[in-house]
T-cell receptor, first 109, second 115 residues
Framework: GQNIDQPTEMTATEGAIVQINCTYQTSGFNGLFWYQQHAGEAPTFLSYNVLDGLEEKGRFSSFLSRSKGYSYLLLKELQMKDSASYLCAVRDGDYKLSFGAGTTVTVRA | ETGVTQTPRHLVMGMTNKKSLKCEQHLGHNAMYWYKQSAKKPLELMFVYNFKEQTENNSVPSRFSPECPNSSHLFLHLHTLQPEDSALYLC??????????????FGPGTRLTVT
């Protein structure tokens, strides 16, 4: 099966920066997604990486290193509304999407 | 309605009941998915439909039966469930399934409790 690891929980202060790491071991690779899920709500798409490097979208950035099987999601200028679960998902060689268990980020005032 | 909708939002059923979950997408997509989300566990893919054809059944027990009458609607028929089937069931859609870099759009989910 596929193996996708990310930390269970992280806490940070409003205005700070938090980096959520994701490591993966999959049979083949065809892209990595990050989703945000607020409690009781649907996951919403944040970013997609298929080539190595950094993708920046406003306060959120996502990085991928395919050789290391590693990605991170960087959240800058944290706001209270960023408190949510962040899901790393990898599409394998058969184009099936597998998710990590999610990282719950708590932003404190 | 916009995006992906799911009904009901909450469902409590006994182990001998038969019920159905409904999903509708208003995005003009051609692929639809069922996922199971249990507490503290990764989202588990259950079924994939691409252009109304089932392309993935991820070893799901037969007490879960999907139906996709057209590209906009997806059902999950439930019968003789077990308490361990209690979870959040999420529907998603994307432009297509397979070798395209299309993100999936999720519905709000149905919180299912089996008693």
């Amino acid at each position: 099966g596929q193996n996708i690891d990310q930390p269970t929980e992280m806490t940070a202060t409003e205005g700070a920066i938090v980096q959520i790491n994701c490591t993966y071991q999959t049979s083949g690779f065809n892209g990595l997604f990050w989703y945000q899920q607020h409690a009781g709500e649907a996951p919403t798409f944040l970013s997609y990486n298929v080539l190595d490097g950094l993708e920046e979208k406003g306060r959120f950035s996502s990085f991928l290193s395919r050789s290391k099987g590693y990605s991170y999601l960087l959240l800058k200028e944290l706001q209270m509304k960023d408190s949510a679960s962040y899901l790393c998902a990898v599409r394998d060689g058969d184009y099936k999407l597998s998710f990590g268990a999610g990282t719950t980020v708590t932003v404190r005032a | 309605e916009t995006g992906v909708t799911q009904t009901p939002r909450h469902l409590v059923m006994g182990m001998t009941n038969k019920k159905s979950l409904k999903c509708e997408q208003h995005l003009g997509h051609n692929a639809m998915y069922w996922y199971k989300q249990s507490a503290k566990k990764p989202l588990e893919l259950m079924f994939v439909y691409n252009f109304k054809e089932q392309t993935e059944n991820n070893s799901v027990p037969s007490r879960f039966s999907p139906e996709c009458p057209n590209s906009s609607h997806l059902f999950l028929h439930l019968h003789t469930l077990q308490p361990e089937d209690s979870a959040l069931y999420l529907c998603a859609s994307s432009q297509e399934a397979g070798d395209k870099g299309y993100e999936q759009y999720f519905g709000p989910g149905t919180r299912l409790t089996v008693t």
